[in-house]
């Protein structure tokens, strides 16, 4: 569960990136965030991650309280979170395999651990035979789909996705929309950020758009 | 075990940063060694000469040796001496016979018992301070009934002066090649976070700890450290015994003062405190090069 509280962010360039916003996204759901590019959405998801502080109100999720939570708790507090990119992220020196364990290597999983769970997020991801590969030699799609096996191998009960079909062809794009809503059926909260109002309308999801800082529909 | 993998792979990746830093590290251990041998030997040999040649003080001939002996009682009660020990001349003729006729005890009947030590009954003096001794010597010099007093002077505190003037030069030696050590450390390791840059990042995100983060390059350092520090005191083992054995050859009939002590009595302290130099400097400049680069 995300909630934010009457959250205003201000940079210190004094841009008011998020003004007043309340928001609640259930356990669960699946929910797109629109609007107009500086609108405030990857602030958003920033905040959620605390990469940022709110300067006013208040954010929880599942129950934790990020205003006052410790610095030392926060890599627990974001292994609960998954986070792809609309640049994938991947780390080019290392084969798909790699790239997927790295997310519980990182976490001091166990090789064992790791042997059966990166297989089972590729195959969930639709990429199993091409553990071998180097993410140069894949295409955009397919690199997405490993940053999203990446995403949700710790089994986050979030995963966050910001323009994750930015880059892709419309075709792709639909394809992992697709792949989102089969994760979000297995039960992941997921939010997706995106331009892309085709998409929006076909997936049929809740949609928040948010301009110049403020949420103007909930739909 | 992934954060070392990880930290020798940051070793390769620059492995002439790398190599370069362990180059100064090494350098700076091994001037560290070297004049840890020397100094330590010095102290050895200085606390040895100031043990074994206290000042000997000989008395006028007229002198008996009840007279002399009450003079000795005066020099024992001053403050600076610690021990003293009379010798009689027949004492002394008797040691004197012992340690240059030996073996050729015919030689010495010549002399049958006509002591040609008479009237050197002396007073062998041990000083609380061997810095004292020269103002000490003075004061037995104008002291009444003494003839003569000889002492060591120089030796000992020519010594403790190399010793002192050692000590700073080195210690000014190895804080500039410390100095340059860290700098370079530090190059290397930011030089590998720059370098993933991009990793770190995805760890953050990931939840990673801050540990679990700076783990591969604070390894990264500490192995810098302590190759650099193993290879000059596994070449310094090798250059000491060479050294021992040559001043044996080369120096024999000074190797009772001059020789060096064994490798058991200098490598133990000296290893622990280059392994605590080297593997600090590694560890240490790992650290605080991270602390304002890396944040969770
Ligand atoms: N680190 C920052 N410092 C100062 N201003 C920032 C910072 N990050 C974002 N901003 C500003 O805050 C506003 C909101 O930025 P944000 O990235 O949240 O927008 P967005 O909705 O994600 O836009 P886009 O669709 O282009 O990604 C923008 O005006 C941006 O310039
Ligand atoms: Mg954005």
């Given at each position: 569960?995300?909630?934010?509280?009457?959250?205003?962010?201000?940079?210190?360039?004094?841009?008011?990136?998020?003004?007043?916003?309340?928001?609640?996204?259930?356990?669960?759901?699946?929910?797109?965030?629109?609007?107009?590019?500086?609108?405030?959405?990857?602030?958003?998801?920033?905040?959620?991650?605390?990469?940022?502080?709110?300067?006013?109100?208040?954010?929880?999720?599942?129950?934790?309280?990020?205003?006052?939570?410790?610095?030392?708790?926060?890599?627990?507090?974001?292994?609960?979170?998954?986070?792809?990119?609309?640049?994938?992220?991947?780390?080019?020196?290392?084969?798909?395999?790699?790239?997927?364990?790295?997310?519980?290597?990182?976490?001091?999983?166990?090789?064992?651990?790791?042997?059966?769970?990166?297989?089972?997020?590729?195959?969930?991801?639709?990429?199993?035979?091409?553990?071998?590969?180097?993410?140069?030699?894949?295409?955009?799609?397919?690199?997405?789909?490993?940053?999203?096996?990446?995403?949700?191998?710790?089994?986050?009960?979030?995963?966050?996705?910001?323009?994750?079909?930015?880059?892709?062809?419309?075709?792709?794009?639909?394809?992992?929309?697709?792949?989102?809503?089969?994760?979000?059926?297995?039960?992941?909260?997921?939010?997706?950020?995106?331009?892309?109002?085709?998409?929006?309308?076909?997936?049929?999801?809740?949609?928040?758009?948010?301009?110049?800082?403020?949420?103007?529909?909930?739909? | 075990?992934?954060?070392?993998?990880?930290?020798?792979?940051?070793?390769?990746?620059?492995?002439?940063?790398?190599?370069?830093?362990?180059?100064?590290?090494?350098?700076?251990?091994?001037?560290?060694?070297?004049?840890?041998?020397?100094?330590?030997?010095?102290?050895?040999?200085?606390?040895?000469?100031?043990?074994?040649?206290?000042?000997?003080v000989f008395f006028d001939e007229n002198l008996s040796d009840e007279e002399i002996m009450s003079i000795g009682e005066r020099i024992s009660?001053?403050?600076?001496?610690?021990?003293t020990q009379f010798i009689s001349a027949?004492?002394a003729?008797?040691?004197?016979?012992?340690?240059?006729?030996?073996?050729?005890?015919?030689?010495?009947?010549?002399?049958?018992?006509?002591?040609?030590?008479?009237g050197s009954s002396s007073y062998?003096?041990?000083?609380?301070?061997?810095?004292?001794?020269?103002?000490?010597?003075?004061?037995?010099?104008?002291a009444e009934g003494v003839r003569?007093?000889?002492?060591?002077?120089?030796?000992?505190?020519?010594?403790?002066?190399?010793?002192?003037?050692?000590?700073?030069?080195?210690?000014?030696?190895?804080?500039?090649?410390?100095?340059?050590?860290?700098?370079?450390?530090?190059?290397?390791?930011?030089?590998?976070?720059?370098?993933?840059?991009?990793?770190?990042?995805?760890?953050?995100?990931?939840?990673?700890?801050?540990?679990?983060?700076?783990?591969?390059?604070?390894?990264?350092?500490?192995?810098?450290?302590?190759?650099?520090?193993?290879?000059?005191?596994?070449?310094?083992?090798?250059?000491?015994?060479?050294?021992?054995?040559?001043?044996?050859?080369?120096?024999?009939?000074?190797?009772?003062?001059?020789?060096?002590?064994?490798?058991?009595?200098?490598?133990?302290?000296?290893?622990?405190?280059?392994?605590?130099?080297?593997?600090?400097?590694?560890?240490?400049?790992?650290?605080?090069?991270?602390?304002?680069?890396?944040?969770?």
């Amino acid at each position: 569960m995300i909630e934010f509280f009457d959250v205003s962010k201000t940079y210190s360039t004094g841009t008011r990136a998020l003004q007043h916003v309340d928001l609640t996204i259930d356990d669960g759901e699946f929910v797109f965030i629109m609007g107009r590019s500086g609108g405030g959405k990857s602030t958003m998801l920033q905040l959620l991650l605390k990469e940022i502080e709110p300067s006013e109100g208040e954010i929880v999720v599942n129950d934790y309280t990020l205003r006052n939570m410790p610095r030392r708790f926060i890599p627990r507090y974001r292994r609960q979170l998954g986070m792809v990119f609309q640049d994938f992220r991947l780390l080019n020196d290392r084969s798909v395999f790699e790239n997927v364990a790295f997310a519980q290597r990182v976490i001091n999983k166990s090789a064992r651990e790791i042997k059966e769970s990166v297989p089972e997020a590729l195959r969930m991801v639709g990429l199993s035979s091409k553990y071998k590969s180097l993410p140069g030699q894949l295409s955009g799609g397919e690199r997405q789909r490993v940053a999203i096996a990446r995403a949700i191998i710790n089994k986050p009960s979030i995963l966050l996705c910001d323009e994750p079909t930015g880059n892709l062809d419309e075709k792709t794009a639909r394809e992992i929309m697709q792949l989102l809503d089969d994760i979000n059926r297995q039960g992941t909260t997921v939010v997706v950020i995106t331009h892309s109002a085709e998409l929006v309308r076909d997936m049929d999801k809740r949609v928040i758009t948010i301009d110049k800082g403020v949420i103007v529909s909930d739909v | 075990m992934y954060s070392i993998g990880q930290a020798f792979k940051n070793i390769c990746r620059n492995i002439r940063l790398s190599l370069a830093s362990v180059a100064t590290v090494s350098a700076c251990i091994f001037l560290f060694c070297i004049f840890f041998c020397v100094i330590a030997n010095l102290r050895a040999m200085i606390t040895n000469i100031e043990t074994r040649v206290g000042i000997t003080v000989f008395f006028d001939e007229n002198l008996s040796d009840e007279e002399i002996m009450s003079i000795g009682e005066r020099i024992s009660a001053q403050p600076e001496v610690k021990e003293t020990q009379f010798i009689s001349a027949d004492e002394a003729w008797s040691d004197f016979k012992k340690e240059y006729f030996e073996g050729k005890e015919e030689l010495a009947e010549g002399f049958a018992d006509d002591n040609p030590l008479k009237g050197s009954s002396s007073y062998a003096i041990w000083l609380k301070d061997a810095a004292r001794q020269d103002s000490f010597v003075k004061y037995l010099e104008n002291a009444e009934g003494v003839r003569q007093v000889n002492y060591t002077s120089q030796a000992g505190s020519l010594l403790t002066g190399i010793n002192n003037a050692l000590l700073i030069v080195s210690a000014i030696l190895i804080g500039i090649l410390l100095a340059v050590s860290i700098f370079l450390i530090r190059n290397t390791v930011m030089i590998s976070a720059e370098f993933r840059k991009n990793e770190t990042a995805i760890m953050r995100l990931i939840g990673a700890t801050n540990s679990m983060i700076r783990a591969p390059f604070i390894i990264e350092g500490v192995t810098i450290g302590l190759i650099g520090t193993l290879i000059p005191l596994v070449g310094m083992y090798f250059l000491y015994g060479y050294v021992m054995r040559y001043m044996n050859e080369h120096y024999t009939m000074l190797s009772d003062i001059f020789s060096l002590m064994p490798h058991s009595s200098v490598f133990p302290v000296m290893t622990v405190v280059a392994l605590i130099l080297g593997v600090g400097i590694g560890f240490f400049t790992s650290l605080f090069a991270l602390n304002r680069h890396l944040k969770v």
